[in-house]
């Protein structure tokens, strides 16, 4: 079959010297399709039609009508390919070989290109226009109610005081007659208070940059036209004409590995975006036989399972240079521990505490030597799960295109301004309690700031800009244990824009029956 193989490739370079490629990678293209669905039936005289069909369609196609390339009709050249090396294998080989009814892609760009270089281009002052940070409809949503808790940075009135609502709770069913010895095992909660985060800066005092900072926007991707939706639009797939559409565009796609453990790859052209996933129909899913919690408890991971965070990352980097994603523009990956605080809560009152069977490794962006940070104040960049009982990759997310226009802006110069905000506890503050509610005081001190990123959006006319923005990250130095979340930063853009808008009180509709919100000042 090699020589064949061969034999077509010196044919096809010798019909077209004009092609922009050797024998030998004509011949890896061949291979590589012949290696996906071995052949053992071809006859020589099936090889040599194919061979001289393909030869025709180099020599004639810059002089022959346009054609389909049909995946239905059994009677094209594409039947020949597909008894050869299989259906969509034979799509690859037109694809990858640069073949398809006269255009030969070997001389043609990829009109696709997603690189993870970091490039920034400066542009006016102001460019971006008014920077109106608003809340997202996800951050609408979680702070207004519908069974999730009161939002940070919101005021909690309750349909009851604190007067009228009890403090302790009994748990178990009423108490029948026989007088107040008839009931010893009845247990009674002690009060719950709820806590109140008061953070206090004792850093250094604070001094501010130039009076103007560069704000960075994303410039996302764009969906594909020229050669590549050309060439989309030869295949007939029998169902409609892809032709028939005007000004198409390829916004995104996406493929699998069939294979055991293999993953989903998943690409948006438009935002300039790659993910990876499980594929699971590929993967064991241990849970799928079980039938009762006795089943579940016994598949629950336990703390000795875990693997040290060494061995994680390590799996993560692997991951990462089997599959070539470039991570010279990223920070030194961290494993997300935030479990373990729940974990030991649930210990400590004699729950079964919960191990996680999937850890997420953070690799922090790097911009101009500065990390970026969300609003809630953890690195942001990319993220790679990894499986604890498999040791394998299931996800990678955050994989973007780092392409960058800067643009000038005025930095707010009044630090108390900045220190209240701060102290507030960020954009989304804590909560505030009515007067008469007793609430449990929690004192958090934060440390000198450093001048990093913050990422942020900025949405108008139905569309949202991504901007990277300068903040002052306060590092928060005594973290209760007590508490599930307290940021391990507080994030304050620099940005007088933004800042306003972070000001700005934000309506929040309560959920049916449940507590009126509104935004600390």
Known sequence: MDSELQKIAEDILREDPTLQISREEIFLVLKRIEESKPVSHASPDFMGQLRAEIIEKIAVGAHA???????????????????????????????????????????????????????????????????????????????????????????????????????????????????????????????????????????????????????????????????????????????????????????????????????????????????????????????????????????????????????????????????????????DPGVQSDWKIYYEQQAATGLRPWVPDTISVLYPLLIDGKTVYDEGGSPSGLSVAVQVKEKKVTSVYQLQSQNYQSSLYDVEKDTKRLLKLAERGGRWGTPVYPPDQQVQTIPVDLKTPSLEWVRVWNYKDNQSDELVVPALIFPVTNPPTTEYYVPKNIVVPLIKDVLDSWDTPIEIMPAAGGPTLRVAQ
């Open 65 to 331: 009508p346009q054609k389909y390339i049909s995946l239905t009709s059994p009677t094209t050249f594409m039947r020949r390919l597909n008894f050869v090396f299989g259906g969509i294998a034979a799509i690859a080989l037109l694809i990858a070989g640069g073949l398809y009814y006269g255009t030969s892609i070997f001389q043609v760009k990829p009109s696709i290109t997603l690189g993870s270089d970091i490039k920034i281009e400066k542009v006016a002052a102001g460019s971006f226009g008014k920077l109106a940070i608003q809340a997202t409809a996800g951050e609408l949503r979680d702070q207004s109610g519908g069974g999730a808790a009161p939002a940070a940075g919101t005021e909690q009135s309750s349909p009851l005081t604190s007067a009228q609502a009890p403090l302790s709770y009994g748990m178990g069913g009423g108490v029948g007659g026989g007088g107040p010895g008839s009931a010893p095992d009845v247990k009674i909660m002690p009060p719950y208070y709820p806590s109140q985060i008061v953070y206090t800066y004792k850093g250094e005092p604070l001094s501010l940059p130039a009076d103007q900072l560069d704000v960075l926007r994303r410039v996302k991707g764009s969906g594909t036209t020229g050669d590549t939706i050309e060439l989309l639009n030869q295949i007939n797939f029998g169902l409609l004409d892809l032709r028939s559409f005007d000004t198409t565009e390829l916004q995104n796609y996406s493929f699998a590995e069939n294979k055991p453990y293999g993953y989903s790859i998943f690409v948006n052209l438009l935002e300039g975006d790659i993910s990876i996933s499980q594929n699971w129909l590929r993967w064991p899913n241990p849970y799928a036989n079980c039938l009762d919690q006795v089943c579940y408890d016994a598949l629950q991971l336990s703390l000795s399972d875990m693997p040290s965070d060494d061995e994680i990352i390590a799996i993560a980097n692997q991951f990462l240079s089997d599959h070539g994603i470039d991570r010279s523009h990223y920070g």
